[in-house]
């Protein structure tokens, strides 16, 4: 039986291949995707996959499509899980299984296989999107049937001599792509004691941060960052850039109590500078540009569109159906947000945008105010109308 099986080079990862071989007696196919995680050695990777028995190791460099058809719509639509989580963990998932897809019918697979375990979202996400994709293919997912614990998993490991970076000391379960950096399980489930700050790779204590602001431009093209500083980047080196600036001024540390898909709350920690920047000026400069009408019901629609992708639901239809409206939405988001980041703080500098629908003379307190304040005073009684008749009815 061949079984593609999405490999990141990591602890468990790992132990799938064993145990693939050794429960399934499987002829494993890794695959392995650069989502923009940290120094990722595709080839080092292989490598090891090799090493441990896989017949094919495969890798690609996913960055562009990553950025292009999942971390630019959840820009559009101030993508954040629950008001907090930017669903950097999230929007990978779904790229991941397209592509253990597009492995599996090409190598005449019959099966596809994932590291996550039964009690995250993650193993929900591949799965969904995977069955929306190629729904006869099977799923094997060794972590949720040999129900290892984290230490188990480290044992097991070390019986097989997997090298692991993870040992009994740094027992946290961690994920990272370009959007950003997933830290959860150890000490981090204990409530009432703040991570430890090695935890973090990214971003840098905000009491240690610099003491000099840095202000910063991001430019806008119909929702998408396109510049900073006035100079047109590359999305990737934009997103890059970002992370270094805003992990160097502390920006982005998330810490925060989720809930998660499978029905427990849980506790985690992020670093996402660089996805805290971008939506934050984001939503500046829609704050900006869209009616008040649209700001209010886009919220209805952005909190959706984020449930369902946290939820694993990329391919439903109805978010499909949202997408389309977020795109319409994003005609007029052009223009120039200037920020300035001091030790972990988003602070507004400037605004700037040709579709800008704010307009002084009508915002003014000061002399060359054109609204018409008459018509406040019949508007209010108008408005407040059905209230009125409500109440005088009560007191009758
Ligand atoms: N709670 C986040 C999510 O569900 C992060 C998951 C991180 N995954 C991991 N294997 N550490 O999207």
Redesign the pocket.
């Given at each position: 039986m061949k079984v593609v099986l999405a490999y990141s080079g990591g602890l468990d990862t790992s132990i799938c291949i064993k145990w693939l071989m050794d429960e399934y007696d499987a002829e494993v196919i890794t695959l392995t995707l650069n989502l923009g995680q940290d120094e990722t050695d595709l080839k080092k990777i292989e490598e090891k996959a090799k090493k441990l028995g896989a017949v094919k190791t495969i890798s690609l460099d996913a960055r562009a499509e990553f950025i292009k058809q999942y971390i630019n719509p959840s820009i559009k639509a101030n993508g954040l899980y629950q008001k907090t989580?930017p669903l950097s963990?999230?929007l990978g998932r779904p790229l991941i299984a397209k592509h253990l897809v597009e492995v599996a019918n090409k190598q005449g697979a019959e099966c596809i296989s994932h590291g996550s375990t039964g009690k995250?979202?993650?193993q929900v996400r591949f799965e969904l999107a995977v069955r929306a994709l190629n729904p006869d293919l099977n799923i094997i997912a060794p972590a949720r049937e040999w129900d290892l614990t984290r230490d188990s998993a480290i044992d097991y490991a070390k019986k097989h001599n997997i090298s692991v970076s993870v040992g009994k000391k740094n027992p946290y379960?961690?994920?990272v792509n370009l959007w950003g950096r997933?830290i959860?399980a150890g000490p981090l489930e204990e409530l009432t004691s703040r991570p430890d700050e090695n935890i973090y790779e990214w971003t840098t204590s905000p009491v240690k941060a610099p003491d000099e602001p840095k202000k910063i431009v991001l430019g806008f093209e119909r929702g998408l960052p396109i510049s900073l500083d006035g100079v047109r980047l590359d999305e990737l080196d934009l997103i890059k850039k970002l992370n270094k600036l805003g992990g160097k001024h502390g920006i982005g540390r998330i810490d925060t109590i989720?809930d998660?898909l499978v029905g427990i709350k849980s506790r985690?920690i992020y670093e996402c500078p660089g996805a805290k920047i971008i939506l934050y000026a984001h939503y500046e400069l829609e704050k900006l540009t869209l009616s008040r009408e649209q700001i209010n019901f886009k919220q209805m629609v952005e909190s959706k569109w984020s449930q369902m992708v946290?939820y694993g639901l990329w391919h439903e239809p109805l978010k499909n159906d949202l997408d389309f409206f977020i795109e319409h939405t994003q005609d007029t988001v052009s223009g120039e947000i200037g920020l300035i980041l001091y030790k972990g703080n988003i602070i507004n500098a400037s605004r700037k945008s040709p579709h800008s629908l704010y307009d002084k003379g009508l915002a003014t307190y000061e002399l060359g105010d054109r609204f018409n304040h008459r018509l406040a005073e019949g508007f209010i009684r108008l408005w407040g109308l059905p209230s009125e008749i409500a109440a005088r009815k009560r007191k009758k």
């Open positions: 989580y963990t999230a995250g979202n993650d379960s961690i994920d997933s959860e989720e998660r985690e946290y």
